[in-house]
């Protein structure tokens, strides 16, 4: 009896954890909350797509403000700036905070991960994304509002979590000593040296890591992240360790954002950080000892060559 009653409540607990803990909303999940006292909906789209219509309630707060400089824009702003964002947002560890993006596709769905990564970062754990953003709550016909909101400032004062974070320093470290697995977000033609981000300065991988796309952790040709099933076996296809640490990277931070979500709070796996600089800012000192897939430097300047003309005429 005594065994029974313990798994019951066993289960109770680990129901509730779950619950408290929901990293992804479908929305009609998101919509049974909405009459919630501490509920913070940052709706993270232009602020003209959020002037036209948004979920009622919800908060404008451009996914720009969250991000670094066009130089760097994997690089975290400074901290009184996001000190100022949060507190305008009125968020305080008490609120239940869901992040919304356009849902345009997978890509779009980085930028909700980025967010709720530098929120985590801030020290606020409540945290959830809406799957699939503002067009899943459209195609589920709910309703949607254009009237401005406005919320008391609140005192937070927040810290930066640094277990989540992978410095430059620390990447080349754990790349030299094989201390962590590095995991490339990017697509294959960035992973291979074929291409580059506009920002960076040379094409290819760090030494070590391995490709895992973001868009693996995809419904096929929809914005909606896969079931935590699905999910598992994303990871076991891949070869992930479920003990070893992992560092998430891409190329500013916004698809590795994706990767990192996926694995420390979908699957829960635990030492998970992300390299937010990325390749961009990994390539302004252009260690190439420490780099896998360079290629030679006439296909650099052929890549070069290539991306001026995107850069000039599109």
Known sequence: MMKLLFTLISTLLLTLNAYANQPLLTPDELNAK??????????????????????????NAPYGKWRGPKENPGELPPLNKLTELVQNLGLSPKNQIVVVSSGADETDFGAAARVYWTLKVLGLENLSILNGGIKSWAVAKLPLDNQPVNVAKSDYVPSINQSLITTKEELVKKSADGSAQLIDARPKAFYEGETRHQAAKVPGTLKGATNLEHSKWFDEKTPTFISSIKAKQVATDSQLDSDQEVVSFCNTGHWAATNWFAM??????KNVSMYNGSMVDFTKDAQLSSMDNVPSRGKQLWIDFKLWIERTFS
């Open 34 to 59: 909405l009459s919630g006292n501490n509920l913070r909906i940052l709706d993270i789209r232009d602020p003209k797509s959020y002037a036209e219509k948004h979920i009622s309630g919800s908060l």
């Open 264 to 269: 420390s709070e979908v699957l829960g796996k």
